[in-house]
């Protein structure tokens, strides 16, 4: 296919990298406890300092996937903490859909941590999509922790699709277009949407796992826009098609607000991170995102064991997962790896980056 959008300035951010950015704040207890609520993960590694203490990690942890949150950032055309999207010149004005993430976890996030993140660009690449051309740019982004030990590393992909001109969307609105109806979200009046809590269960060991097992679900939901605001004020980041719903209709295309990548990510990682449990260590997580959910929807994430292995002296277990939503629609899937104890043994808490 011949590249059409990305120009050589384009091609030649391929490789580059950003300048290291140390966070605000080092994580805190506040943190990671606002990060669990807004998740509704009851992980006492995250909210409890007395066990947390008594654990083998010694200390509160922060969530593993939520380890950055964005202080104070400006409020641009696509919400507070978009605009980082644009540091590729792309021939128009789209933000960028959250494609997936592929993320190694080497150390644990301890609450007292001081985060640096640096990005790379690693790819950008273009396909065709069912409505017209899109852009994918890949992003390798490294956090370390204030000793400079690599706490995590993922491969992210945004994806950028064509949008009408500023000039029609404009036109679109200044003609008082009407926005399109969409489900009004729980809860109704003298209403509480309950919350999910999910029981971590007993210690899982390597010997006892088989291929075909299927993991424990978590159901989340229904959602509602309440959620998704929780979700923007525990990470900071305020995309407007998370909560604006003119914006999201007329300016975006799309038919609703739609739920968080990320916090579909969440539910997918506590879904491992269960299933590890605390004796065990959460490895790698592969997801992409394969459709969108809305205010309303229920999601529920499973999984199933596709194979069991040893790498070295450790078992290690690989899962296909999935998101669905009480549409029926599968809207993400992925493959996660954790390693499980064998009996009598006692994982290490720093592991090297894979290939």
């Given at each position: 296919m011949a590249d059409t959008l990305i120009t050589a300035e384009v091609r030649n951010l391929i490789g580059s990298e950003t300048p290291p950015e140390k966070n605000?704040?080092?994580?805190?207890?506040?943190?990671?406890?606002?990060?669990?609520?807004?998740?509704e993960?009851?992980?006492?590694?995250?909210?409890?300092?007395?066990?947390?203490?008594?654990?083998?990690?010694?200390?509160l942890l922060c969530p593993p996937l939520a380890t950055w949150k964005d202080i104070a950032p400006s409020?641009?055309?696509?919400g507070a903490g978009q605009e980082s999207h644009f540091d590729v010149p792309l021939p128009f004005n789209s933000y960028g859909l959250n494609g997936g993430s592929d993320?190694?976890?080497?150390?644990?996030?301890?609450?007292?941590?001081?985060?640096?993140?640096?990005?790379?660009?690693k790819d950008i690449f273009e396909k065709q999509g069912r409505s017209g051309p899109l852009i994918f740019v890949v992003r390798r982004e490294t956090q370390t922790n204030q000793h400079g030990d690599a706490i995590s590393v993922a491969d992210r992909v945004?994806?950028?699709?064509?949008l009408p001109p500023g000039e029609e969307?404009?036109?679109?609105?200044d003609s008082g277009k009407a926005l399109e109806s969409v489900v009004v979200s729980p809860p109704a009046p003298e209403q509480t949407v309950p919350r999910s809590v999910h029981d971590a269960g007993?210690?899982?060991?390597?010997?006892?796992?088989?291929?075909?097992?299927?993991?424990d679900p978590v159901v989340k939901g229904p959602l509602t826009t309440t959620h998704l605001v929780r979700w923007a004020a525990a990470n900071g980041n305020y995309a407007r098609i998370h909560w604006d719903l003119p914006f999201a209709q007329l300016h975006q295309g799309l038919a609703n607000v739609v739920v968080n990548g990320s916090l579909k990510n969440q539910y997918l990682g506590q879904l491992m991170v269960k299933f590890a449990g605390e004796e065990g260590w959460f490895r790698r997580f592969y997801v992409e995102h394969r459709g969108m959910d809305h205010p309303g929807?229920?999601?529920?994430?499973?999984?199933?064991?596709?194979?069991?292995?040893?790498?070295?002296?450790?078992?290690?277990?690989?899962?296909d997962v999935k998101l669905t939503n009480n549409r029926g629609e599968q809207t993400a899937t992925g493959r996660g790896t954790v390693v499980l104890p064998k009996k009598g043994q006692s994982l290490p808490l720093t592991w090297e980056l894979e290939d």
């Open positions: 605000r704040f080092p994580l805190s207890d506040e943190m990671a406890y606002d990060l669990a609520d807004a998740t993960d009851p992980n006492p590694l995250y909210i409890d300092k007395d066990h947390a203490d008594a654990s083998r990690f010694k200390g409020i641009g055309y696509f993320w190694q976890f080497l150390r644990p996030p301890y609450v007292g941590d001081w985060v640096t993140r640096q990005f790379q660009i945004s994806i950028h699709r064509g969307v404009k036109a679109a609105v007993a210690q899982k060991h390597f010997e006892d796992i088989s291929v075909g097992m299927e993991l929807d229920i999601i529920t994430a499973t999984g199933v064991v596709t194979a069991v292995r040893e790498v070295g002296n450790y078992g290690h277990v690989d899962c």
